[in-house]
């Protein structure tokens, strides 16, 4: 298991640390995402996709659970999962919407913010962990651990 710990002071450190973080992303890879509303997941989540040439607006899935997202991995497309389990109540909410077939899904990358909703899942199945904390809301200054599982 590796960790790595960092600073960023921006949205745009946030971002940029999601796009060097891609380079080590493999398709069929899962990253769980952990850390209060607010801290930067899907600023992080922004960076990845930018490494992956994704086009479309980069937004968090609250409402809509999963958003599917199409980008470019050594000139062939790539599908990007982003879901958003934020608002998901108990297990069987997430066999409702697919859950299962998105992560075992070999030909894609998954990014799941709010990963702790998952139970058990996510912890047997992920390959990285990434938890934001913020430390300091006025300054903009939070903590990033990325743990390669």
């Known amino acids: 298991m590796e960790k790595y710990n960092f600073v960023s002071n921006s949205e745009q450190e946030t971002i940029d640390l999601g796009d060097k973080f891609a380079k080590d992303l493999k398709v069929g890879d899962i990253v769980a995402f952990y850390?209060?509303?607010?801290?930067?997941?899907?600023?992080?989540?922004?960076?990845?996709?930018?490494?992956?040439?994704?086009?479309?607006?980069?937004?968090?899935?609250?409402?809509?659970?999963?958003?599917?997202?199409?980008?470019?991995?050594?000139?062939?497309?790539?599908?990007?999962?982003?879901?958003?389990?934020?608002?998901?109540?108990?297990?069987?909410?997430?066999?409702?919407?697919?859950?299962?077939?998105?992560?075992?899904?070999?030909?894609?990358?998954?990014l799941i913010e709010w990963a702790d909703k998952s139970g058990n899942i996510l912890k047997e199945n992920a390959n990285y962990s990434v938890e934001i904390i913020q430390n300091d809301v006025e300054e903009n200054n939070r903590t990033i651990n990325i743990t390669k599982l």
Do not use: M, W
Not at 89 to 107: H, R
């Open 35 to 110: 850390g209060d509303l607010g801290t930067g997941k899907t600023e992080f989540i922004k960076g990845i996709c930018n490494y992956f040439n994704v086009s479309d607006i980069v937004t968090s899935p609250t409402f809509t659970i999963i958003n599917h997202y199409v980008g470019t991995l050594n000139s062939k497309q790539l599908d990007i999962f982003h879901l958003d389990l934020y608002r998901i109540k108990n297990l069987d909410e997430l066999q409702g919407i697919g859950f299962s077939d998105c992560i075992y899904d070999a030909n894609s990358i998954k």
